[in-house]
């Protein structure tokens, strides 16, 4: 989770963030319009479009936008249909991923998977052999203008697991369903609520030293975030700054 989190953080740096923005935004619509079509365009009754929602508006995805994506769902406009699909698979080094997909041709989207992970050393996994190892959180990421006291006194009280120094941030894990509780909570004792996310996070963390290992993740993580098809892609490696600015350099 650390690893993948500055591995993003470096993306931004490097510009990579606003240039796919519109990508962002594309993937964003379809899962919203696929989690209305599912559970119904309530969020009060759809965890699941909830979920997505507060995702778009972290992204500075419009309402308007949004608004469209959820009609879309409830059949009010056009649009193609879906199926959700999770690939499993391991990247150099030992690291497993997991992919999360929604296509309108599977033969398609598990062919462009493939070829991310076997032209930079992975190779896909049975199903089963990754997903045991991630379990869906809640993550809150708090600015450090407040104390890590501060932080855990109204956590705990809220459904909060853990809370952990993330350099820059307190990040605090929760049951996902917790997840609005806690957020509305801590913003409530006046804390900066940098990002609120409903994610899945590995049991296991696999340090990464190797400068081609941990070249050959980022490619593969690149080149799965290009792809339309792939919505989330959850990774357990865990690189020092060193090693994962040089990398993605």
């Known amino acids: ?38 559970g119904g365009g309530d969020q009060a009754s759809n965890a699941s479009l909830r979920t997505i929602v507060l995702k778009a ?32 698979a391991y990247a150099p080094g030992g690291v497993a991923m997991l992919i999360d997909a929604l296509t309108d041709n599977r033969n398609r989207t598990a062919s462009d998977v493939r070829l991310a992970f076997s032209k930079s050393g992975g ?3 049975e199903p089963g052999a990754v997903g045991w190892q991630f379990s869906r959180k809640g993550v809150v990421q708090i600015d ?15 459904g909060a697991e853990d809370v952990v120094d993330d350099g820059n941030t307190w990040r605090v894990t929760c049951d996902s369903h917790a997840l609005y509780e806690l957020k509305a909570s801590l913003e ?13 996070v590995s049991s296991l963390q696999v340090p990464v030293t190797d ?13 799965l975030e290009d792809n339309d098809d792939v919505q989330d892609v959850y990774a357990n490696f865990d690189m020092s700054d060193a090693i994962l600015e040089e990398a993605a350099s």
Do not use: C, P
Not at 145 to 157: C, G, K, P, Q, T
Not at 211 to 223: G, P, S
């Open 57 to 88: 508006k972290a992204a500075q995805m419009t309402n308007d936008a949004i608004d469209r994506a959820i009609k879309r769902g409830m059949g009010e406009h056009s649009g193609a249909a879906f199926e959700s699909i999770t690939y499993e």
């Open 188 to 200: 409530g004792a006046g804390m900066t609520v940098v990002s609120a996310v409903s994610t899945m």
């Open 123 to 125: 190779a896909m996994a």
């Open 211 to 223: 400068i081609a290992d941990a070249k050959a993740i980022l490619r593969i993580m690149d080149d």
């Open 144 to 158: 450090k203008s407040v104390s890590e006291d501060e932080v855990m006194m109204v956590s705990l009280e809220h």
């Open 1 to 38: 989770m650390s690893g993948h989190s500055k591995w993003a953080t470096i993306k931004h740096k490097k510009g990579k963030a606003d240039k796919a923005r519109g990508k962002t935004f594309a993937k964003l619509a379809r899962q919203l319009e696929v989690s209305t079509r599912e």
